[in-house]
């Protein structure tokens, strides 16, 4: 069994702060995701204290990422080690964003796979993700991902 507690969700991503959206992996397996971050006044997203939309969408596509990024690895070998991956949104097929967080707030992101189609040059899926605060529904969307492994 994985101790999620001790998984740097940053293998899983190519982001690196202070673009890294996600702060802990909550829960994560083969088909769904969850991770928390909390929104500070260094993070590139706020404005007028508050933690924008695209901090949002942001946010949503590295939570999603994380279950295709994880496959890159081994489930004894979580550090990364000789691994590098890429990737970026490719489509957001439907968006609806019904409030953003203020500075200070620990948002939850919860995501689970739709598709996946792998090549053995890179995966492309689809995802659908759920934002919340609390119990308030922040962001609802559902995107495709491409992803890729790159030689170091």
Do not use: W
Request: glycine share 4%; aromatic share 8%.
């Amino acid at each position: 069994m994985i101790n999620l507690d001790k998984i740097d969700i940053s293998n899983f991503l190519p982001h690196r702060a202070p673009f890294l959206m996600v702060d802990k992996l909550l829960t994560l397996d083969e088909n769904h995701v969850s991770t928390s971050f909390k929104i500070n006044e260094k993070c590139i997203f706020v404005k007028d204290n508050i933690f924008n939309e695209v901090g949002l969408i942001e946010c949503a596509a590295q939570t999603c990422s994380s279950i295709v990024g994880k496959t890159y690895f081994k489930d004894d070998d979580l550090e990364g080690k000789g691994t590098k991956l890429i990737g970026f949104i490719s489509a957001i097929k439907k968006i609806t964003i019904f409030s953003c967080p203020l500075i200070g707030a620990t948002i939850i992101t919860k995501a689970q796979l739709i598709s996946r189609y792998d090549s053995n040059q890179y995966s492309i899926s689809t995802l659908q993700c759920n934002i919340y605060e609390g119990k308030k529904e922040l962001l609802s969307c559902q995107l495709n991902l491409f992803i890729q492994e790159v030689e170091q």
